[in-house]
């Protein structure tokens, strides 16, 4: 019987340890995140306090850069990741009256007229470096401001089509040809943001006829998955010993992430594009708007620019930022992407996306 | 009367937790869609319902998540059974193992599914890639531990002897399962079954993983409503056609599990030695394992292999500090890191369920003396199921938009996340505790009383002792309810401290087959901890806490 109650007592120990030990953690987060304003005031004269940063949850950057920028400013970064990019736009949308946040990153050109139509942005102009005014948005470029830019592409195998001895495609076209029936996977435009920007492309491509291609690239055998990674690990000849289907749809940047003895076996089709442009702005009603300028500021210089491949797989929009070796030679941007205007997105998403699953549930 | 007051007098701490983190939420997020620019539309949300897209979602929501709770409860009576009265060797470790897919992270299980199912995988000749099947197998899979665990723990604590006591007098085993051992566990069957119904009808990841965008169930297309096209009214109509669905099979589920007299015999049971008749059960469990084993094993595998060959690179990556093979660090913190943040808050969330789900247990099962304590009784019920049967991203937005000012200003809270997942969790626990408490004769009670015990002591030997194992079953439930927990958690948690699924989201969202690699290893050791923290408490079952 002592036995007994000797491990009935042990498991309410432990489980009462276990249960002190957490809750301590959670006040040691706590006092961590309100430090801050402590630490920072001790470290330089101008006591900055904290810059919340509202992001997506693909947001990385070096830590010693960020260290940097807190020791230059005296501000403390702190991040908080919002989920995927629509997820984060409609939380803009929602909360564009009392921000959760002082300043936001990660919308892009298919989500920015949302948040920007809710008021949720104050306005912002930094001086941008050179290059990147041709990313800036039509409406909304005193709103929002560029970071980085990446382009969704069609993406072959191409070690799989040399063994094959096909001709691998070039076009949209192609995919829709018979030589191609039952190799093409792509992630749903409802359901994936990459999904999504194919398909703008392919709407940019063929305008009012998109259906038709549709049509014709489901004869054709198509595979539509939900995301990106259940068709580049799940269905992509390059991506899993399982795949049998040697053309997805990726980034332009993917080939550098497939490289074997000097030469990548992936490469992106340059004329499937459609570019997404990611930015920053300052949030109306922020509690530090100086500090959320300086952070904007902060992500244009040639150090973060230079950063971004590394750290988040895109292209900086800054010119005289350095890109790195294996991109340089396999992550090639395409010329010419496909575009549409971001208002006219705004205006017939849910239209177009309606018709769309329309097509594909067929 | 007084005993209706003095039971919503015990009810109030609960209900208002649940009022904050649930009602206001959902109604406030409900609302936006009802009002349009500041006018009041319920018209263009009625016209919502007429759209033949939302039938159809309707439908299949229905009856893909009927079939799945179905065979999750078909499959799971024999296991339970086998895991919980047999006296198998090594059942506590197979236990433990039943609940790792519970914590996989749905897009890992999707892939893990889909290169056993896919075009070129092990079953790729049935042809089930992409269609219902696939969705109600996935399904299943995830939720066959919540049959085994919740029916189990009753069954296990149920009296052998009347079932003996008929076998002695001439029942064959088939006649004593359904006169005498089925009834009895009614309550908990039905119980679970109603929580793996609503787990299926939100489901969100494995349907749209395994489904792809083809079939859209209602949480599925209340996502894409919200965020992707941004139309609050039909999401709000959607939410609320979902809330009346799900209160109504609530009712229905209170009906089924109501029994006359709940009172059955419990004791602490000791498991009965493996007999001849017991091998049809027994090869039916070991076949099930197998099968569920599949798409584990499959995912092991991957991740000890870089580049076709076999290797530990993947597990030796996890513990840097955020930097994988080409110096690109997809992370922000190991994920070493990550499993501390996650067992951390699963600690919080497991004693902040397992408080809250035994008080909702208490006040719903005590004895009810008129119509009208019951009805309130079976209301309060239905009202702690409710989180579960309410999409996600309904009550995440929620959150934002109402708990953002002061009294209530959770936003921030570092507490938010294992709150979420306590209420999520909280069901479970409820529902595997309530059967038992239920089964408790209220004689007891009144016989300790009489003796002279207060009522914390009548508690303390009456009740305890019965409670303790479904108890732990339960602990261990909402335990791997929050280590495996997603959805809320990627929507509440800071950056600075992910839990492990999101970490695992993380890499597999960055190209690179190093990341793929990872998110692999680091799937493997979070489904491996949880078999490790369970069979834990397994140990620390006290076998005959009744006798003192």
Redesign the interface.
């Given at each position: 019987m002592n036995h007994v109650r000797m491990r009935a007592v042990a498991a309410v120990l432990l489980t009462t340890s276990l249960g002190a030990c957490s809750l301590m953690g959670t006040e040691d987060d706590g006092t961590a995140t309100e430090s801050p304003a402590t630490s920072s005031g001790e470290t330089t004269s101008e006591a900055a306090g904290t810059v919340v940063l509202v992001t997506h949850e693909s947001f990385s950057l070096p830590k010693k850069l960020v260290k940097a920028f807190e020791e230059e400013t005296g501000y403390d970064l702190e991040v908080r990741a919002a989920g995927d990019a629509g997820t984060l736009a409609t939380k803009l949308s929602l909360t564009a009256d009392n921000p959760i946040g002082d300043a936001a990153f990660g919308v892009d050109n298919t989500f920015a007229s949302r948040p920007i139509e809710a008021g949720a942005f104050a306005a912002f102009e930094p001086e941008l470096p050179e290059g990147a005014e041709e990313y800036a948005l039509e409406e909304g470029a005193d709103r929002l401001t560029p970071i980085d830019n990446a382009s969704v592409c069609v993406n072959i195998d191409k070690a799989w089509f040399a063994a094959q001895g096909i001709e691998p495609p070039q076009t949209l076209e192609d995919l829709a040809d018979p030589a191609f029936k039952d190799l093409f996977v792509t992630p749903g435009a409802t359901t994936s943001s990459p999904g999504m920007a194919f398909f703008l492309a392919t709407l940019a491509a063929f305008g009012e006829s998109w259906r038709d291609y549709w049509t014709q690239l489901l004869d054709n055998g198509t595979k539509v998955v939900d995301g990106w990674e259940d068709a580049y690990y799940g269905d992509f000849t390059a991506g899993s010993d399982k795949g049998t289907r040697p053309i997805v749809v990726s980034y332009d940047s993917s080939p550098a992430f497939t490289v074997e003895g000097g030469e990548s076996t992936t490469a992106a089709l340059l004329d499937t594009c459609f570019r997404q442009v990611e930015y920053a702005g300052v949030l109306e009603g922020a509690d530090n708007p100086d500090g959320a300028e300086a952070l904007i500021e902060w992500m244009l210089t040639d150090e973060v620019q230079s950063a971004l491949p590394e750290s988040m797989y895109v292209f900086p929009v800054s010119e005289s930022a350095t890109v790195p070796e294996d991109w340089a030679k396999f992550a090639v941007q395409p010329a010419h992407p496909y575009e549409v205007a971001p208002g006219s997105i705004a205006e017939n998403r849910e239209q177009w996306l309606t018709e769309w699953t329309d097509v594909i549930t067929r | 009367m007084r005993r209706i007051i003095g039971l919503l007098a015990l009810a109030a701490a609960p209900v208002a937790v649940l009022g904050v983190l649930f009602v206001l939420p959902v109604t406030g997020m409900v609302a936006?869609g009802f009002w349009v620019d500041g006018d009041f539309d319920p018209r263009g949300v009625l016209d919502v319902l007429a759209r033949p897209?939302v039938h159809r979602v309707a439908w299949f929501t229905l009856w893909s998540s009927g079939a799945a709770t179905l065979l999750s409860v078909l499959l799971g009576l024999p296991l339970a059974f086998a895991l919980h009265r047999l006296a198998l060797p090594g059942r506590g470790a197979i236990r433990a193992a039943l609940l790792v897919p519970f914590v996989l992270p749905t897009?890992v299980v999707?892939?893990a599914f889909?290169?056993l199912l896919?075009?070129?995988?092990l079953l790729g000749f049935l042809g089930l890639d992409?269609t219902p099947v696939a969705i109600v197998a996935g399904l299943v899979f995830f939720n066959v531990a919540v049959v085994v665990r919740a029916v189990g723990a009753a069954w296990e604590s149920l009296d052998p002897r009347p079932a003996e006591a008929a076998a002695a007098l001439g029942a064959s085993p088939v006649q004593v399962l359904r006169t005498v051992t089925l009834p009895a566990l009614r309550p908990a069957i039905v119980g679970a079954a109603s929580i793996v119904f609503l787990f299926c009808a939100t489901a969100f990841g494995i349907v749209?993983?395994l489904?792809?965008?083809?079939y859209a169930t209602v949480e599925?297309e209340i996502y894409?409503l919200?965020?992707?096209?941004?139309?609050l009214q039909a999401a709000a109509a959607l939410s609320v056609l979902q809330l009346v669905v799900v209160v109504g099979l609530l009712a229905v589920s209170a009906r089924l599990r109501f029994v006359p007299d709940a009172t059955t015999q419990r004791t602490t049971a000791r498991p009965r030695r493996i007999r001849p008749g017991d091998w049809p059960v027994l090869l039916f469990t070991a076949a099930l394992l197998a099968i569920l084993a599949l798409p584990i094993v499959g995912l092991v595998a991957g991740s000890f292999q870089v580049d076709?060959a076999w290797s530990l690179a993947n597990y030796r990556a996890l513990g840097g500090d955020g930097e994988s093979r080409?110096?690109?660090?997809?992370?922000?913190v190991p994920v070493t890191t990550a499993l501390g943040v996650s067992?951390?808050?699963a600690?919080?969330a497991t004693?902040m369920a397992l408080a809250m789900g035994l008080a909702v247990s208490l006040i719903v099962t005590r004895r009810s003396h008129t119509p009208a304590e019951r009805r309130v009784r079976s209301v309060l019920d239905g009202f702690f199921m409710l989180p579960l049967g309410v999409s996600a991203v309904t009550l995440g937005?929620g959150f934002?938009?109402t708990l953002?000012?002061p009294p209530v200003d959770l936003?921030?809270s570092?507490?938010l996340v294992?709150m979420a997942q306590a209420l999520v969790a909280l069901p479970l626990v409820v529902r595997t505790i309530a059967p038992v408490l239920a089964g408790i004769d209220d004689r007891q009670r009144q016989a300790a009383a009489s003796l002279g015990a207060p009522p914390w002591r009548a508690l303390l030997t009456v009740d305890l002792p019965v409670v303790w194992k479904p108890l732990l079953a339960a602990s261990g439930f909402a335990f791997a309810a929050s280590l495996g927990e997603f959805g809320a958690t990627?929507?509440l948690?800071?950056?600075?401290?992910?839990t492990v699924p999101?970490v695992i989201?993380?890499l597999?969202?960055?190209?690179?087959?190093m990341n793929?690699g990872m998110a692999l290893a680091a799937s493997v050791v979070l489904a491996t901890t949880t078999a490790v923290v369970m069979l834990a408490v397994e140990r620390?079952r006290?076998?005959?806490?009744g006798?003192?």
């Open positions: - | 936006e897209r897009v999707g892939v889909r290169q896919g075009e070129g995988g992409g749209l993983t489904g792809g965008v083809r599925t894409l919200t965020t992707t096209v941004f139309d076709g080409d110096g690109t660090g997809a992370l922000l067992l951390r808050t600690v919080d004693w937005f934002l938009i953002d000012r936003r921030d570092a507490l294992p990627s929507f948690a800071r950056d600075d401290n992910p999101v989201f993380r597999l969202g960055h190209p690179g087959e793929y620390l006290v076998p005959s806490v006798s003192f």
